[in-house]
């Protein structure tokens, strides 16, 4: 099939390497706002530079801000699209590109790497198949080891909206559940431009699901040991963590401990490529076998409804109920 490609920045540069190497891929058609460095990766990967919605199918790599255009004008054309996170910047916008997804018919996938990554998948495997027994906690952790560029901060919509609604999506995949109501807090102890921004570099959250089991949240945009993601889910028989291999950026303070031992994961790029070169092909197959979406314009809504909760939740400083974050 002929793949069209939109946007080449970082993971854009990332997801042409994976599209020109695929075998369902005969042709991938690349563009960039920057023609110089289109023509430079379409070069490296044997693209062509043109028009990218003369294709059978999109994939959406640029900025947050063009996301809802891109979607809807893909649905228009009748072109499956995948689009990277998030649907649109603010919560009513990506409300009405879901609805209008929906009516369509056009197969959407959001690009949530972490349900594609094999430790996440093996933990619902575990606690779907009773392996956990009940389910009684849960811990997550994102923590970056180096805070993003001052001039994105202010565009990203918060470390809840912009790092966290990748937890708020893994824990609904992973555990079945709704989220009902999220305490979150935050605290700035780096930068002064988080501040300014009106946002925070170190954040902190408790979530309670729909059956009552809690849900503890914990991020940073000043890791310096690594780049650390788990996800640690306790039940009655046994408890399970994602995220924790030789790379985890950890050191025991016991005298006798020697694990982990490999070198510290540097960034989200090296620690998912697995999982983001899955995602594609997971969304190509949709595309042949006209198959669902691995993961909907409406579940992306899902999880960017418990991000506007937590920010609720840490600009108010109380509790949030989800199912009254609404148009």
Not at 61 to 85: M, N, Q, S
Not at 127 to 133: D, I, Q, S
Request: hydrophobic letters at 45%; charged letters at 25%; glycine letters at 12%.
């Amino acid at each position: 099939m002929r793949v069209g490609l939109l946007g080449l920045g970082r993971i854009g540069a990332f997801h042409a390497v994976t599209l020109a190497a695929h075998p369902e891929v005969g042709e991938l058609v690349v563009s960039d706002a920057d023609a110089t460095r289109a023509g430079q990766v379409a070069a490296r990967v044997g693209a062509r530079v043109g028009d990218a919605f003369d294709a059978d199918a999109v994939v959406v790599a640029t900025p947050t801000a063009t996301h809802a255009e891109l979607i809807l004008r893909a649905c228009a054309a009748g072109l499956p699209v995948f689009c990277e996170k998030p649907v649109a910047p603010t919560f009513e916008e990506a409300a009405r590109v879901a609805e209008a997804v929906r009516d369509s018919g056009t197969l959407v996938h959001i690009g949530f790497q972490r349900r594609f990554d094999a430790g996440y998948a093996a933990a619902r495997a575990a606690l779907r198949g009773g392996e956990l027994g009940d389910l009684h906690r849960v811990h997550m952790l994102s923590a970056d080891p180096h805070p993003p560029a001052p001039e994105y901060v202010p565009r990203s919509g918060g470390i809840y909206r912009d790092c966290h609604i990748h937890d708020f999506d893994i824990l609904r995949w992973v555990t079945g559940r709704e989220v009902a109501s999220v305490y979150a807090t935050g605290a700035n102890r780096g930068a002064a431009f988080f501040a300014e921004a009106g946002d925070v570099d170190t954040s902190a959250a408790l979530l309670t699901l729909d059956d009552g089991t809690l849900v503890t949240l914990q991020g940073s945009r000043y890791n310096g040991s690594g780049y650390d993601v788990r996800m640690e889910l306790a039940g009655t028989r046994r408890t399970i963590v994602v995220g924790l291999d030789d790379r985890t950026p950890l050191a025991s303070a016991e005298p006798d401990a020697g694990f982990p031992k490999g070198d510290p994961w540097p960034n989200f790029g090296e620690r998912f490529e697995p999982a983001y070169v899955a995602e594609i092909g997971a969304f190509l197959a949709a595309v042949r076998d006209g198959g669902p979406s691995p993961c909907t314009a409406g579940e992306a809504l899902a999880a960017l409804r418990i991000a506007e909760a937590a920010e609720l939740s840490r600009r108010t400083g109380g509790p949030a109920r989800v199912d009254e974050v609404t148009l």
